[in-house]
């Protein structure tokens, strides 16, 4: 048992580290930030490498760019998912199987390999550098219907028939059972789309011709051409900025997200 902790707590350390590095170097003054050996506890904290990154920035529309794409696509996303995965756990219907793993067997699909077609669609239909561009290849995915599915199956199918019985109609049967059950379901796949979607940078690097339609990880990234030199400095000030989001995501939904994992682990 010992020993087992002491595995874990190495390896949380290990886990750890690079966040801990990349918000301590934000805070160290310009002078230190490269300096050898590298001070690994500050001895004192600046913010001057936040004042670069958002120098001549437009930091606040790209952060509601960003904003806008990940609660977009994780809006549709859960909404869509939520929907197919109920018709796939419990309707049905000819060739429900088959219709499915055919549908999820698309997650083999290298990503890269859909940008060209995405792309020229995009075109055609006039939505390069607009937000619609921006999100509409992502409103829907395999991966979301899969885990939603699995999670509802979970649920017993009683309550469905009992509703069913008592005159409910299929979208308040939807409405009133299934989407309150699934929360667990719902916050697991809300959160990793929506960190998927924060972190997003080759779709908006395509799609987005302007610099007021960036996202943060789009512009961010220009931070490494303004100088000569890459300022390390500002970077891992705009990687603070940027992890700040994902984690008050995260722990505000962290009861949900460890409840449908372990639903999850305990149906399989």
Do not use: H
């Not at 979607?197 to 302007?210: C, D, G, H, T, Y």
């Amino acid at each position: 048992m010992v020993i087992a902790y002491i595995v874990l707590t190495s390896w949380a350390v290990v886990s750890v580290f690079p966040l801990y590095w990349m918000v301590t170097t934000a805070l160290k003054p310009p002078t230190i930030v490269m300096s050898l050996p590298p001070e690994w506890i500050p001895t004192s904290v600046s913010l001057n490498n936040f004042r670069e990154a958002f120098a001549n920035s437009p930091v606040a529309r790209w952060t509601f760019n960003s904003l806008f794409m990940a609660l977009s696509v994780t809006a549709f996303q859960v909404i869509f998912a939520t929907m197919a995965g109920y018709g796939f756990a419990k309707k049905q219907f000819p060739g429900r199987e088959l219709l499915f793993w055919v549908y999820v067997s698309s997650m083999m699909i290298p990503g890269f390999a859909l940008i060209i077609p995405l792309f020229t669609l995009m075109t055609k239909l006039g939505l390069v550098n607009t937000y619609l561009g921006l999100i509409a290849p992502g409103l829907s995915a395999p991966f979301g219907v899969f885990l939603m599915r699995q999670f509802i199956q979970t649920l017993p199918t009683e309550l469905i028939e009992a509703a069913t019985i008592d005159g409910c109609s299929e979208l308040r049967v939807f409405k009133d059972i299934i989407l309150p059950l699934s929360k667990p379901g719902i916050a697991v796949l809300g959160i990793f789309v929506f960190m998927g979607q924060w972190n997003a940078f080759f779709w908006p690097l395509i799609v987005i011709n302007s610099s007021k339609m960036m996202t943060l990880t789009v512009g961010f990234a220009l931070l490494a051409n303004r100088e000569l030199r890459v300022n390390y400095g500002a970077l891992m000030a705009a990687g603070t900025y940027m992890a700040l989001t994902q984690v008050i995501v995260f722990f505000s939904f962290q009861g949900y997200f460890v409840q449908g994992i372990t639903v999850g682990g305990i149906k399989g």
